[in-house]
């Protein structure tokens, strides 16, 4: 700030525009949420195999049903019959959200944890795709596509990372 013809200096020890300083298990919680997310999509997708027989509904007449339902498409029933380009957009998609993740800087944690949440899921479903060609959805709810964790974990991560990049960029430009 100037004052007349003397200029002030900010106090001896403060640091201007510094980035926040976050405790460092905050950069490791993404690498907690990938596994986390696929061994929940897996073992969530093993119950269902081991308690309903493929077509199955339980319980009835509720809002939510759980049913054992596979699907050779990508998430929420789409592009069925795909499943070797499946295989490769997955693998390709699951790479660039692995290179993008590793070159964040740890001062975004929330665009971390969005990209670990796509990441976790990608992989979940891919383990499936690679084990028998098909994924198993089992979470119902009326006038839409079964779907689990994985589907979820996705779904969760791409609303976390858009508006995370949303919010950034309206920051920067107000900064700007």
Do not use: C
Request: aromatic fraction near 8%; charge should be positive; charged fraction near 15%.
């Amino acid at each position: 700030m100037i004052k007349g013809n003397m200029t002030e200096q900010p106090a001896p020890g403060l640091v201007v525009n510094a980035p926040v300083s976050r405790p460092y298990w905050v950069g490791l919680l993404p690498l907690v949420i990938v596994p986390l997310i696929v061994g929940l999509d897996q073992l969530s997708k093993w119950i269902v195999r081991s308690s309903l027989d493929r077509g199955d509904v339980w319980p009835t007449g509720w809002f939510v049903n759980f049913v054992h339902v596979t699907n050779n498409g990508a998430a929420f029933g789409m592009l069925q019959n795909s499943g070797p380009l499946l295989l490769v957009i997955t693998v390709l998609g699951a790479a660039g959200i692995a290179v993008y993740f590793l070159n964040l800087k740890n001062h975004e944690p929330l665009l971390r944890v969005g990209l670990a949440l796509m990441l976790g899921g990608a992989i979940g479903n891919l383990v499936d795709r690679i084990a028998s060609g098909r994924v198993v959805d089992f979470i119902k709810v009326p006038n839409f596509p079964a779907f689990n964790v994985a589907d979820s974990a996705i779904t969760i991560g791409v609303v976390v990372l858009v508006w995370t990049m949303t919010f950034r960029d309206a920051k920067s430009k107000k900064q700007s």
